[in-house]
Nanobody
Framework: QVQLVESGGGLVQPGGSLRLSCAASGSFFRIDAMGWYRQAPGKQRELVAT???????NYADSVKDRFTISRDNNKNTVDLQMNSLKPEDTAVYHCNAMFRDLRFRSLEVWGRGTLVTVSS
Protein backbone atom coordinates (compact mmCIF):
# COMPACT_ATOMS: atom_id res chain seq x y z
CA GLN A 1 0.00 0.00 0.00
CA VAL A 2 0.89 3.68 -0.21
CA GLN A 3 1.28 6.25 2.52
CA LEU A 4 1.30 9.99 1.90
CA VAL A 5 2.96 12.47 4.23
CA GLU A 6 2.46 16.21 3.77
CA SER A 7 4.65 19.03 5.03
CA GLY A 8 5.00 22.77 4.65
CA GLY A 9 1.84 24.19 6.15
CA GLY A 10 1.77 27.08 8.58
CA LEU A 11 0.73 30.64 9.22
CA VAL A 12 1.30 33.24 6.53
CA GLN A 13 0.13 36.81 6.00
CA PRO A 14 -2.18 37.72 3.11
CA GLY A 15 -0.17 38.11 -0.05
CA GLY A 16 2.49 35.72 1.18
CA SER A 17 3.67 32.38 -0.14
CA LEU A 18 3.94 28.82 1.08
CA ARG A 19 5.12 25.60 -0.49
CA LEU A 20 3.51 22.30 0.41
CA SER A 21 5.20 18.98 -0.20
CA CYS A 22 3.87 15.45 -0.21
CA ALA A 23 5.90 12.26 -0.35
CA ALA A 24 4.52 8.83 -1.20
CA SER A 25 6.05 5.68 0.23
CA GLY A 26 5.22 2.00 0.43
CA SER A 27 4.78 -0.88 -1.96
CA PHE A 28 3.06 -0.23 -5.24
CA PHE A 29 3.35 -0.83 -8.96
CA ARG A 30 3.06 2.84 -9.96
CA ILE A 31 1.52 6.13 -8.93
CA ASP A 32 -0.89 7.72 -11.35
CA ALA A 33 -2.53 11.13 -10.79
CA MET A 34 -1.57 13.08 -7.70
CA GLY A 35 -3.23 16.16 -6.34
CA TRP A 36 -4.05 18.53 -3.56
CA TYR A 37 -7.45 19.09 -2.00
CA ARG A 38 -8.45 21.37 0.83
CA GLN A 39 -11.14 21.55 3.46
CA ALA A 40 -11.98 24.79 5.20
CA PRO A 41 -13.85 24.82 8.51
CA GLY A 42 -17.51 24.04 7.97
CA LYS A 43 -17.05 23.34 4.27
CA GLN A 44 -16.68 20.27 2.11
CA ARG A 45 -13.36 19.12 0.77
CA GLU A 46 -12.62 20.67 -2.61
CA LEU A 47 -10.17 20.17 -5.42
CA VAL A 48 -7.18 22.51 -5.53
CA ALA A 49 -5.01 21.01 -8.26
CA THR A 50 -4.10 17.70 -9.84
CA UNK A 51 -1.22 16.51 -12.01
CA UNK A 52 -0.74 13.39 -14.10
CA UNK A 53 2.54 11.50 -14.49
CA UNK A 54 2.96 13.23 -17.85
CA UNK A 55 2.66 16.63 -16.18
CA UNK A 56 -0.85 17.56 -17.28
CA UNK A 57 -2.38 19.84 -14.67
CA ASN A 58 -5.83 20.92 -13.58
CA TYR A 59 -6.60 23.78 -11.19
CA ALA A 60 -9.62 25.09 -9.37
CA ASP A 61 -10.64 28.46 -10.77
CA SER A 62 -10.07 30.05 -7.37
CA VAL A 63 -6.34 29.24 -7.40
CA LYS A 64 -5.44 29.58 -11.08
CA ASP A 65 -2.52 31.94 -11.69
CA ARG A 66 -1.61 31.83 -7.98
CA PHE A 67 -0.85 28.16 -7.27
CA THR A 68 1.44 25.81 -9.16
CA ILE A 69 1.46 22.04 -8.79
CA SER A 70 4.51 19.98 -9.71
CA ARG A 71 5.75 16.45 -9.19
CA ASP A 72 8.89 14.37 -9.28
CA ASN A 73 8.05 10.94 -10.64
CA ASN A 74 11.40 9.51 -9.59
CA LYS A 75 10.96 10.58 -5.98
CA ASN A 76 7.15 10.06 -5.88
CA THR A 77 6.59 13.55 -4.58
CA VAL A 78 4.13 16.30 -5.41
CA ASP A 79 4.47 19.93 -4.41
CA LEU A 80 2.10 22.88 -4.35
CA GLN A 81 3.58 26.36 -4.61
CA MET A 82 1.06 28.85 -3.29
CA ASN A 83 1.55 32.55 -3.99
CA SER A 84 -0.57 35.62 -3.34
CA LEU A 85 -2.35 33.80 -0.56
CA LYS A 86 -5.71 35.05 0.61
CA PRO A 87 -7.58 34.52 3.89
CA GLU A 88 -10.06 32.34 2.00
CA ASP A 89 -7.21 29.93 1.22
CA THR A 90 -7.17 28.98 4.90
CA ALA A 91 -7.85 25.25 5.12
CA VAL A 92 -6.40 21.85 5.82
CA TYR A 93 -4.65 20.77 2.63
CA HIS A 94 -4.65 17.07 1.83
CA CYS A 95 -2.46 15.24 -0.62
CA ASN A 96 -4.13 12.63 -2.80
CA ALA A 97 -2.81 9.90 -5.07
CA MET A 98 -4.25 7.30 -7.37
CA PHE A 99 -2.00 4.29 -7.66
CA ARG A 100 -1.75 0.73 -8.90
CA ASP A 101 -0.89 -1.76 -6.20
CA LEU A 102 1.18 -4.88 -6.74
CA ARG A 103 -1.95 -6.66 -8.00
CA PHE A 104 -2.46 -3.80 -10.46
CA ARG A 105 -5.65 -2.72 -8.74
CA SER A 106 -6.45 0.99 -9.02
CA LEU A 107 -6.64 2.45 -5.52
CA GLU A 108 -6.76 5.87 -3.90
CA VAL A 109 -4.95 7.18 -0.85
CA TRP A 110 -5.13 10.40 1.17
CA GLY A 111 -2.67 12.11 3.42
CA ARG A 112 -3.65 13.33 6.87
CA GLY A 113 -3.39 16.94 5.84
CA THR A 114 -1.43 20.04 6.73
CA LEU A 115 -2.99 23.25 8.01
CA VAL A 116 -2.54 26.49 6.09
CA THR A 117 -3.67 29.65 7.84
CA VAL A 118 -3.67 32.97 6.01
CA SER A 119 -4.13 35.80 8.45
CA SER A 120 -2.63 39.13 9.42
Amino acid sequence: QVQLVESGGGLVQPGGSLRLSCAASGSFFRIDAMGWYRQAPGKQRELVATITPAGNTNYADSVKDRFTISRDNNKNTVDLQMNSLKPEDTAVYHCNAMFRDLRFRSLEVWGRGTLVTVSS
